[in-house]
């Protein structure tokens, strides 16, 4: 009897194991030291956030107070996009000069003079020139906030982390929104200034937090510092082998041989930046023109879908709406604060496990529609004599729709996709262009949106961006490869045939699957 029951015990654990060898294996546990490393990295992107949503608010207390014209309001809140022009140009090189590392340093010490400037100034002029000077700041954070987080994180979470600086532009808005109605009782000169100068104590945090951040392993086998790269890798990857693989990839980008595993060794002088605005833009291969246009192609529809004007321009909108008092407009604008922190919070977690393609694709989609609701809605307000309330919750929804459907897929994955498709030699540069493409086309629609719907109606302002999302979704569904779950090495491979990238994908993954299985 007792011998039967050791049989049926026995039949029954190799049968417990036979189904446990069938169980999917478990997902690796995310990395807490490339976690940390990436959000004290993207918390640069607070500071242009902050900017966007306190001018939302502060524009109108500007206006009364200085005597400032439409105009004048126009080139005050979209200059400093096109001022940080001159920071993002400057971070590609600097960065591969000083580091990433300090390069978020001298981002957060920027902002910090602009801010104090502008909280200080006592004329237009004056409030310029804190434009200009936080312009640069926010230009260096832009650009580097991606690449850096991009080189430190493992494959396995890189969608995850490297869409950290969306959310944390989006946390900047809701800081900004919140601040406007904060400091809106105070007396007309001193609540502006308060809005506008409370933008320095992120910087200084941000500054002495990332001196405890490690430096980009990408960076560091550039500088031939391969031992100091082999210890950020161990503690940035979720195993000892990714690790390994991760540093024979970036030796092999960067042209050290395979067999060059000394701490320190010597690099071309090719590795640390020369050539490559001739190898990008003068005698670009295939796959670098395509990578170019993809990454530049997203920051031009991200901007040119009207973001910036719902984001900057959103008490105006809500005035034109039928919301005509200060506070219920204030309260309107951290509404859309809100849904659209939440809504990026939502789509970190889909990155890497829908993917960016289809996120992307139902994002532009869905902004879409949202847009052609809320020009439809103005259009109905601004040709009636009376107030319709129906209209008047179509465009708050419209608005609110907009940004939730934004922040899901355009917003991060702007950041994410052009971060990771650069091969290493080009990764600084190319993202500062992607970077510099985002910020004219932003500074130009900030600069001239109360022109434009003056000139064309409000309605019609929403229907000129909802053309232009329109050939976004249409470019982006002909010319995007997938990358998620790819290293950083591999995802290059994807690019070089334009609209036939499916093949090219088909044939990759076939000869994977023969390498498996010669395995």
Wanted: glycine share 10%; proline share 4%; with cysteine.
């Amino acid at each position: 009897m007792a011998d039967r029951k050791s049989e049926e015990n026995g039949v029954s654990v190799k049968s417990k194991e036979l189904i446990t060898d069938f169980d999917p294996p478990k997902p690796p546990k995310r990395n807490k030291y490339a976690f940390a490393c990436a959000m004290l990295a993207s918390m640069t992107s607070v500071l242009l956030g902050y900017d966007i949503g306190v001018m939302s608010g502060a524009q109108k207390y500007i206006e009364r107070d200085l005597d400032c014209t439409d105009t004048q309001i126009e080139i005050l809140i979209g200059i400093l996009d096109l001022y940080s022009l001159v920071g993002s140009a400057a971070a590609g090189r600097t960065s591969d000069w000083i580091g990433r590392r300090y390069t978020i340093v001298l981002a957060g010490t920027i902002f910090f003079v602009g801010a104090i400037l502008m909280g200080f100034a006592t004329n237009y002029a004056f409030l310029m020139v804190g434009r200009f000077v936080a312009g640069i700041g926010v230009g260096y954070a832009l650009m580097i906030a991606p690449v850096y987080t991009a080189e430190v994180s493992p494959a396995s979470a890189r969608g995850f982390l490297t869409s950290f600086p969306e959310v944390f532009i989006n946390v900047g808005i809701l800081l900004g929104y919140v601040s406007n109605y904060a400091f809106s009782k105070l007396p007309l000169h001193l609540g502006w200034r308060f809005m506008l100068g409370v933008g320095a104590i992120p910087s200084i945090f941000l500054a002495l937090g990332v001196l405890g951040m490690p430096e980009s392993p990408r960076w560091l086998v550039m500088q031939g510092r391969l031992g100091d790269a082999k210890k950020v890798l161990d503690k940035t990857s979720d195993s000892l082998e990714e690790s390994k693989l991760r540093l024979a990839g970036i030796k092999e980008a960067a042209g050290i041989p395979e067999d060059f595993n000394d701490d320190v060794v010597q690099v071309s002088k090719r590795s640390h930046g020369e050539g490559i605005w001739k190898e990008l833009l003068i005698h670009p291969t295939p796959t670098v023109r395509h990578i170019l246009l993809a990454a530049v192609g997203i920051h031009f529809f991200q901007q040119a879908s009207g973001i910036d004007a719902v984001v900057l321009y959103s008490v105006r909108i809500f005035e034109k709406a039928g919301i005509v008092k200060d506070t219920p407009q204030l309260l309107a604008t951290i509404a859309v604060g809100f849904v659209k922190t939440m809504f990026i919070l939502v789509a970190t977690f889909f990155l890497d496990k829908i993917g960016r393609r289809p996120l992307l694709l139902a994002s532009i989609g869905g902004m879409i529609a949202s847009l052609m609701t809320l020009g439809f809605a103005l259009t109905i307000i601004d040709h009636s004599d009376h107030k319709i309330t129906w209209a008047i919750a179509l465009c708050f929804i419209g608005i609110l729709s907009y940004v939730a459907f934004f922040s899901i897929g355009m917003g991060p994955i702007t950041w994410v996709y052009s971060s990771e498709i650069f091969p290493l030699r080009l990764r600084a540069q190319g993202c500062s262009m992607g970077v510099a493409m985002n910020r004219v086309v932003s500074g130009i629609i900030g600069m001239t949106f109360i022109s434009l719907y003056k000139a064309i109606s409000i309605g019609g302002a929403f229907f000129v961006f909802t053309g232009f999302a329109a050939v976004g979704f249409l470019f982006f569904y002909t010319l995007y490869p997938e990358t998620r779950g790819k290293n950083l090495e591999e995802v290059e491979k994807v690019f070089g045939t334009f609209f036939r990238w499916r093949s090219r994908q088909a044939e990759l993954d076939r000869q994977k699957e023969a390498a498996a299985a010669e395995k």
